[in-house]
C-alpha cells in the first residue's frame, strides 16, 4: 500500500499530499496581494509549477483545477495569466467560481489534482 506524503506541513494544512501517483495541492494564493488580477494568478501558477516539480510532475499532467475568484468582473484578467501559462492540447478539466476568500485582498485561489507519470 503505498504511504501519504505531505509537503510544507503546517499546524493547519499542507501545501500538497502525494497518494497513489497523485497529487493534491491546497489552495494556492499569491504571495502579494496588492498586485492586480493577473499578476495574482501569475504568482499562484508560479507556485504551482514549483509543487509539481516536487511531486515529480507538471502542469501537463493536471487532472482538475478548481479556481476561486473574489470577483467575477476580473474573470479576463485570471484567464489572460491562464491561457499564457497552460499548455496547448493540455488545458485540464476547469471549474471557476466567485468566492469570497479568506483574505480580502486575494483575487484569486487555486486548487488542482495532478497524476504523478
Given at each position: ?31 502579494d496581494a ?7 494568478t ?51 478539466p ?24
Amino acid at each position: 500500500m503505498s504511504s501519504i506524503k505531505r509537503f510544507n506541513v503546517a499546524k493547519r494544512l499542507s501545501d500538497m499530499a502525494v497518494y497513489n501517483g497523485v497529487a493534491y495541492l491546497a489552495g494556492q494564493v499569491p504571495d502579494d496581494a496588492s498586485l492586480d488580477m493577473t499578476a495574482q494568478t501569475e504568482q499562484v501558477l508560479a507556485t504551482i509549477d514549483r509543487l509539481l516539480a516536487e511531486a515529480g510532475t507538471d502542469k501537463t499532467k493536471i487532472l482538475m483545477a478548481q479556481i476561486y475568484v473574489a470577483n467575477m468582473k476580473e474573470f479576463d484578467g485570471m484567464n489572460k495569466a491562464w491561457d499564457a501559462w497552460v499548455p496547448a492540447g493540455n488545458a485540464p478539466p476547469r471549474a471557476t467560481v466567485e468566492a469570497r476568500l479568506a483574505n480580502p485582498d486575494y483575487k484569486v485561489e487555486i486548487v488542482v489534482t495532478a497524476a504523478i507519470a
